[in-house]
């Protein structure tokens, strides 16, 4: 019998498959899988979109354009300050202050004046006293003691009396005014401190003391105080003591200590003159040393309390500051490089510890976040050395923060001809929310607007 090969089959499986397929026993086959891919690469050439037909856009690229649109029609302010409402962060305070105008746009009032000493109001930022020497070294002090009231974008400067005879008045931790008087004779004589309560009253009266850095509670006064001959500015010897009802308690050898103060008004901390001493803390009460106190030995050169007491930052001989947890008493973090020698008020905390204002030797104001111990923004301000005493026993005369750290009084520097001026200056960026909020000139964003710019579910500014 003959084959017709043409004709004759056999059966192989499906190489995609296990279904027997008929394959001719004289004719080659390509496999399958090659001829498929084949036709898929046809098939993309043959499928490529029309380049004459729009390309769909990116939907993140979309979004970010209608961001874009959208933030450009809100007024700059409100924007700003709907960011930082939302996401609270340096970076966003810092915007916000530059859409005010800077620290010149929340500088609510001058004062005019080369004033030695200024001070807030411990309760109320807008009452401020001041004091301006006008003679040195003689019996007949004529300073000029002024009360400040902030009254919107002005400041009433009233002299406060009685004027002539004190040296100056300045405000206590407790509200309390401390004035301190001439106690008579020639030279840099001895000083008297009367305590005066806020209705007026003297409430306590000190013995004529020679006092380099003082501080007052409760009327107590504390001291640093001894004789010294002011012309070489070489002490004879230091004492640190507490005047209650007239009389002088030694609390201390005054010499290894620089400082004193009243991070909470409840205890007294003297600072260590060199790193190579501690903080004490006293008992304002008792008068007693409190050596478990959270705040006693530490080399510091000075402390600030938040409001709420739940934090401390310090400052450091080396000028960098430590953050305190108050409740474990452990530092949880270190930071910065500021300056505070010599300056009267460098460290503010606000009521919750999340803004820090430092003011530096040279004059420099910083507003910190303190979360994440970074600048929101920083001022130049001036200092200069009140002219009764020597750099080596007074503060610097410079910028000072009021108690809650929402305000601050900025010396302006200026040139020689220039009177000196103050400025009040707001440095709570809550505040500057609500300036924001008036200046734009409108309500809150809208709820598409927070849609478009991603701050849908988050806190809002502006109601």
């Given at each position: 019998?003959?084959?017709?090969?043409?004709?004759?089959?056999?059966?192989?499986?499906?190489?995609?498959?296990?279904?027997?397929?008929?394959?001719?026993?004289?004719?080659?086959?390509?496999?399958?899988?090659?001829?498929?891919?084949?036709?898929?690469?046809?098939?993309?050439?043959?499928?490529?979109?029309?380049?004459?037909?729009?390309?769909?856009?990116?939907?993140?690229?979309?979004?970010?354009?209608?961001?874009?649109?959208?933030?450009?029609?809100?007024?700059?302010?409100?924007?700003?300050?709907?960011?930082?409402?939302?996401?609270?962060?340096?970076?966003?305070?810092?915007?916000?202050?530059?859409?005010?105008?800077?620290?010149?746009?929340?500088?609510?009032?001058?004062?005019?004046?080369?004033?030695?000493?200024?001070?807030?109001?411990p309760f109320r930022t807008d009452r401020l006293l001041a004091t301006m020497r006008s003679s040195y070294g003689e019996a007949r002090n004529e300073d000029q003691n002024e009360r400040w009231a902030v009254r919107g974008s002005r400041i009433d400067q009233e002299l406060s009396s009685p004027a002539v005879g004190h040296d100056f008045v300045h405000f206590n931790v407790d509200g309390t005014t401390t004035r301190w008087r001439h106690a008579g004779g020639d030279g840099f004589a001895p000083r008297v401190a009367e305590v005066v309560d806020r209705q007026g009253t003297v409430i306590a009266t000190t013995p004529p003391i020679h006092a380099s850095r003082f501080s007052v509670v409760d009327g107590v006064v504390f001291a640093l105080t001894g004789d010294r001959d002011y012309y070489s500015n070489e002490p004879v010897y230091v004492d640190l003591v507490a005047v209650v009802d007239g009389a002088t308690i030694r609390l201390a050898d005054g010499a290894p200590f620089g400082w004193i103060d009243h991070p909470v008004p409840e205890v007294m901390v003297a600072y260590p003159a060199s790193s190579d001493g501690e903080t004490v803390v006293f008992d304002v009460a008792t008068l007693l040393p409190l050596l478990e106190h959270p705040l006693a030995g530490r080399p510091y050169r000075r402390i600030a309390v938040s409001g709420d007491r739940t934090v401390a930052v310090a400052a450091r001989f080396d000028d960098q500051v430590d953050v305190i947890d108050l409740v474990s008493g452990r530092i949880v973090d270190r930071f910065g490089d500021v300056d505070v020698d010599g300056v009267e008020q460098p460290l503010t905390l606000d009521a919750d510890g999340s803004v820090l204002v430092s003011v530096e030797r040279d004059g420099l104001v910083t507003v910190w976040w303190m979360a994440e111990r970074a600048a929101i923004g920083r001022l130049q301000g001036d200092a200069a050395q009140p002219r009764w005493v020597s750099e080596r026993y007074a503060a610097q005369s410079t910028s000072v923060t009021s108690a809650d750290a929402t305000r601050i009084a900025v010396r302006i520097r200026s040139a020689p001809s220039v009177p000196i001026q103050w400025g009040i200056v707001s440095v709570d960026p809550d505040d500057w929310v609500g300036r924001a909020c008036r200046s734009a000139g409108r309500a809150a964003l809208t709820v598409s607007e927070r849609e478009a710019l991603g701050l849908t579910g988050l806190p809002t500014a502006c109601f």
């Open positions: 019998m003959e084959h017709d090969l043409a004709s004759e089959t056999r059966t192989e499986l499906d190489p995609l498959g296990t279904e027997p397929i008929p394959v001719s026993s004289g004719v080659r086959r390509w496999p399958l899988v090659v001829l498929a891919l084949i036709a898929a690469v046809l098939g993309v050439f043959m499928t490529q979109p029309d380049p004459t037909e729009p390309v769909p856009e990116d939907p993140t690229l979309a979004a970010r354009r209608e961001a874009t649109a959208v933030a450009a029609s809100i007024p700059s302010e409100l924007l700003a300050a709907s960011r930082f409402r939302a996401e609270p962060s340096a970076e966003t305070a810092a915007a916000l202050l530059r859409s005010l105008g800077g620290f010149d746009g929340v500088t609510d009032a001058h004062a005019t004046g080369a004033f030695d000493r200024v001070s807030f109001d």
